[in-house]
């Protein structure tokens, strides 16, 4: 009877990945940021890669590097993070949609900047205003905010991308 059961759902999970296959696509999307960490200020460099699973909806991998240099402070840091976002368009018309985000990360602070602990687990919520230049060219305007309780401050990053749909 379990066996049963197993390939039921089996069968289910198959026919649903090959339902939203055919209606998804993939894109890759390069972002430049301005980073900010309580007072700090740096440039984060951003790669994503997106499964749309919807025309609403998409998932999203990325991959970010930011250098924080501190006007007023010798000290530079880094800022590594990795993460899984679901982005989901609430405003969605002819020439833009209007996103929000939502997703985890994983934060890496390097080892010159002091902390109890220089690596952990974020939230991370944000919205997007996106253009469509093209049919598999797009490019707009970022704002994502993570939080953390291993980072000294607040971690925002607001900024410009451009999304290629594969």
């Keep these: ?9 089996l069968y289910i999970l198959l026919l649903a990945s090959f339902t939203s296959s055919s ?11 301005q980073q900010f960490v309580g007072e700090d200020i740096g ?3 951003e790669g994503q ?12 991998l990325s991959a970010a590097q930011a250098n924080m240099s501190p006007e007023d402070s010798d000290r530079n840091y ?7 976002h679901i982005s989901y368009a609430f405003g969605n018309y002819e020439n833009f949609k209007f996103e929000s985000i939502v997703g ?3 934060l890496h602070f390097s080892e010159d900047l002091v902390l109890k602990e220089n690596q952990g687990a974020g939230l991370d919520l944000g919205v997007q205003l996106v253009f469509g230049a093209m049919e598999k060219l797009h490019y ?17 990053n607001t900024g410009v991308f451009v999304t290629y749909n594969i």
Excluded: C, R
């Design 1 to 9: 009877m379990n066996s049963i059961k197993f390939y039921i759902a």
């Design 23 to 33: 209606q998804s696509e993939f894109s890759g999307s390069l972002i430049l940021n």
């Design 43 to 45: 440039i984060n460099y």
């Design 49 to 60: 890669i997106n499964y749309q699973i919807h025309p609403d909806i998409s998932i999203g």
């Design 78 to 84: 880094d800022l590594g993070k990795f993460g899984i």
């Design 104 to 106: 985890f990360s994983y």
């Design 140 to 156: 707009g305007f970022k704002i994502v905010t993570s939080y953390s309780n291993i980072s000294p401050g607040s971690i925002v």
